[in-house]
């Protein structure tokens, strides 16, 4: 993500990362090319541990709460990466996650009830998506949700994840950690660890922003 991020906000020219490395055809590979091929990885990571937290999380509204509040947290540090102001279209992908989430959530509730006002919230949050203009929008909604109703098959996850997503093999390198992944929590834990990661995304684009101005 960080290296998406470099390559997307920070001026090529600033860090030299223009520089053409090699040539595949008729394509210039240059140091931002790479920058942002690697970053394609971060979002089916990041929609993916939402799968995760939803099934292991003990506290589904505190965890939907999290998400909300550093999406308000990150959005005018996203506004100012992206557009140089405080107002943007786009609205930071701290939302996409929290709908993703609830999508997830109103899934759920209609598999245990079968009462279809839950598949009309689950399309009616898939318009909002559109209106709203998150980050991946209505794409990445629909990506998470898929990967919750796949995540019993990592095999066929990691095709059909790779397949519908825009990046196809760039972004689909990202499905190998997520196969390879053993449900068991890795060696950053507590709320520190936690929370650390959660201001880690306004923190880096409010530093490239001001990289960008005075740099």
């Known amino acids: 993500m960080l290296l998406d991020h470099v390559g997307a906000f920070v001026p090529s020219d600033t860090l030299r990362i223009d520089e053409v490395l090699f040539c595949l055809g008729?394509?210039?590979?240059?140091?931002?090319?790479?920058?942002?091929?690697i970053g394609r990885?971060?979002?089916?990571?990041?929609?993916?541990?939402?799968?995760?937290?939803?099934?292991?999380t003990s506290n589904k509204k505190r965890y939907a709460l999290n998400l909300l509040t550093?999406?308000?947290?990150?959005?005018?540090?996203?506004?100012?990466?992206?557009?140089?102001?405080?107002?943007?279209?786009?609205q930071n992908v701290y939302f996409t996650l929290l709908f993703g989430f609830l999508g997830i959530c109103l899934l759920?509730?209609?598999k245990q009830t079968r009462d279809k006002r839950y598949?009309?919230?689950?399309?009616?949050?898939?318009?909002?998506?559109?209106?709203?203009?998150?980050?991946?929008?209505?794409?990445?909604y629909g990506f998470i949700i898929l990967l919750y109703v796949l995540r019993e098959n990592r095999i066929i996850m990691a095709i059909i994840g790779s397949c519908v997503l825009p990046s196809r093999w760039i972004g689909g390198v990202s499905f190998i950690p997520i196969c390879m992944y053993n449900g068991k929590r890795g060696f950053a834990s507590?709320?520190?660890?936690k929370?650390?990661?959660?201001?880690?995304?306004?923190?880096?684009?409010?530093?490239?922003?001001?990289?960008?101005?005075?740099?």
């Open 26 to 37: 008729e394509k210039n590979i240059t140091i931002q090319y790479l920058m942002r091929a």
């Open 119 to 140: 598949l009309c919230f689950i399309i009616s949050l898939f318009l909002f998506t559109i209106v709203f203009r998150a980050d991946y929008g209505c794409f990445g």
């Open 190 to 193: 507590g709320k520190i660890a």
């Open 70 to 90: 550093f999406a308000l947290i990150s959005e005018i540090p996203f506004n100012l990466a992206c557009s140089d102001d405080f107002f943007c279209a786009k």
């Open 41 to 56: 990885s971060a979002f089916p990571i990041f929609a993916f541990l939402i799968t995760e937290g939803f099934v292991h």
């Open 108 to 110: 759920e509730a209609y």
């Open 195 to 215: 929370y650390g990661f959660y201001l880690f995304y306004p923190a880096h684009l409010l530093l490239l922003y001001l990289i960008r101005c005075f740099v």
